[in-house]
């Protein structure tokens, strides 16, 4: 693919990665090291740009009996999610995946649908009416779908794509929009795609594993064993992991002995001597310990709990399965993104049991016990982390964040100084989803060639490059891209061309008298001088690759000065 100007030896090579969708991107197959800047260079340098557009959000949704209300409030303002993903001045290429808490339970042998256990699920929640998944204990919560929803399956349609581990196109189980195009037909954007995809009913199990449905979700979308997952994942796409639920997590031990806690073994149930069956207070009396109290405590965290009420430090004793194991998963998934972009996060999201604005330090979470008779100290061990309407005629509770937290702060740099816990008990979960999506806004960086680009002419202000840009396909046969030319303030490729390339050069908006030419502020800040963008009237081939060509500077002085 190396490809050098015979008329310069001042040549970078720039290899990129298009997966289905980046517009400048390197894949992992193509792990570059960062450039070294030197003063002058007159030899050919491999250097990449880590722009990013692709984006892999996965929901892992509570569906349990308590939901209901949740779930209409995400369809009712998922509006602010999307819009800001498809904002002009962002434009994700991104993957939606939907999965709940569900990962079953010895508590729940006869749910009324089998659990998930982390695989993406994508059928109407009007079609699951019919199957019961929106009733609970005899009452209909089918609204929560129905509000939003009018569409069932045979109204939709799933367009087959392709995946970068299989180019063979089949209908795949997560919404996605690749270049402005959407695999959802029958709807009039994803927002409404999600509406009827999005709410899992209230028949799942009430012992919540919030934590393994998203490590088994990850697992299978890295498995060719999974039909539901596998290649949902994309090696170089920001991953984002959005976790909704009023509980407590009990992503529990399968050990046939330990898993006993949840049947005949009654040590951490309310009441051994008179209860026949144990409450989700178990949950939290077997993943938590507070310090403090007794009533008010000082703080709570997670702590590993064996079959005999003891706390241990050996992971294959623990009642629960230890928050570690699901950092250190994630963590490994982040340090392969790593290799690619070495300023790429994980981002992780709970919408949960915190007070509002907790997210803005505004309040802390409350750890306190209620009166042991009361209904919420019986059913969660805690009195309630957030309360929605009346205390004394609640619209909805939670349980209090600790193991999710956990999870969920170690993916920020200071949690003292950020939050990425936004509280379930509020009426419109609008500036939250925002929110979520501001920062999956913010990973996505600007193409800017990370060499200074020789000017041509330098008897004009702007920058005058001699760049070219090639892409390859998963065969290796490589295609001219043609340049884009400016038509009515917009870059279009024109002459029947699918992808165009545009230069931008204009460095303070004034130097030229087009309006779409100017280079970000972030490549500005730099000190960069010259930035890609790629136009696509179509998705890339899964597996496309970029490489620019561009003629360096042999005078970085004039050419860079801020570099």
Known sequence: MSRAFSSSRFASRLSVCAGTALLLGACLDHPLKPVVYDKTTEDETTVAIAINKDVDILFVIDNSGSMAEEQALLSKNFAAFIGVLEADDVLANYRIGITTTDSGNPRCPAATYKPEGGNLVLSSCLDRIDQGEFSFNSVDFSTTCSDYCT?????????????AVDKTEAPRKWIERIEKTSNIAGVADNTEAFQCYGPQGVAGCGFESHLESMYLALAAAQSKDSKNNYGFLREAAILSIVIISDEADCSYNPDPEIKKVFTTNKVFWNDPAVDTAPTSALCWRAGVDCTGGPGTYTECHAQDWD????????????????????????????????????NQRVLISLINGVPI??????????????????????????????????????????????REREFAEAFLDDPKKERNLYSICQQ????????????????IVPACMPSCVRDKDRTTEVLDPNCRLIETDIDGNETDIVQCKEVNGEWTAGGGATVCFATLIDKNGKQTLSKIDNISDYCNDEGFNLEFILVRS????????????????????????NL
């Not at 490489?547 to 970085?556: G, I, K, T, Y």
């Open 307 to 342: 079959k005999d009420g003891k706390k241990t430090d050996d992971p294959t004793a623990a009642v629960l399965q230890p928050v570690s194991k699901y950092v250190d998963f994630v963590k490994k998934i982040e340090m392969a993104k790593q290799e690619i972009d070495g």
């Open 538 to 561: 179509a998705p890339a081939a899964a597996g496309t690759t970029i490489s620019a060509n561009c003629e360096l500077s042999d005078n970085r002085t004039l050419d860079c000065p």
């Open 428 to 443: 419109s979960y609008a500036g939250a989803l925002e929110s979520i999506a501001t920062k999956i806004r913010d990973q």
């Open 151 to 163: 569409k069932r399956d045979q109204d939709l349609m799933v367009r087959p794509t392709a995946t």
């Open 357 to 402: 604005g907790y997210e803005k330090f505004d309040t802390e979470i409350p750890y306190e016990d209620l009166p042991a008779d009361d209904d919420n100290q019986i059913n969660f061990g805690i009195g309630p982390g957030c309360i929605l309407g009346d205390p004394k005629m609640p619209e909805a509770i939670a349980v209090p964040a600790v």
